[in-house]
Nanobody
Framework: QVQLVESGGGLVQGGGSLRLSCAASRSIFSIRAMGWYRQAPGKQREFVAGFTSGITNYADSVKGRFTISRDNAKNTVYLQMNSLKPEDTAVYYC?????????WGQGTQVTVSS
């Protein structure tokens, strides 16, 4: 079992930055995959960025603007979001996949004004 708690969302103007944090309830060192997804109103949840077996991936829509990182000592994964656009507005969810089970945080709202 892994509990995930996101923080760092908020309201920001277009072009601004935010850093999201995802604190895990246990060591993330051995978790196979961790990452971030988002869900905008009326849309399906979509992949944003993640680590899988040490390989980092990004959605095309965020490449060059978002950076995912991890601090194993703090059991925390971060998402640095720069050059934010109104279309980045969504609830952002932290995700972990371990031993075939998927875990989600409660989500944090990110709103980007134009």
């Amino acid at each position: 079992q892994v509990q995930l708690v996101e923080s760092g969302g908020g309201l920001v103007q277009g072009g601004g930055s935010l850093r999201l944090s995802c604190a895990a309830s246990r060591s993330i060192f051995s978790i196979r995959a961790m990452g971030w997804y988002r869900q905008a109103p009326g849309k399906q949840r979509e992949f944003v960025a993640g680590f899988t077996s040490g390989i980092t991936n990004y959605a095309d829509s965020v490449k060059g603007r978002f950076t995912i990182s991890r601090d194993n000592a703090k059991n925390t994964v971060y998402l640095q979001m720069n050059s934010l656009k109104p279309e980045d507005t969504a609830v952002y969810y932290c995700n972990a996949v371990n031993n075939g089970s998927w875990y989600w945080g409660q989500g944090t709202q990110v709103t980007v004004s134009s």
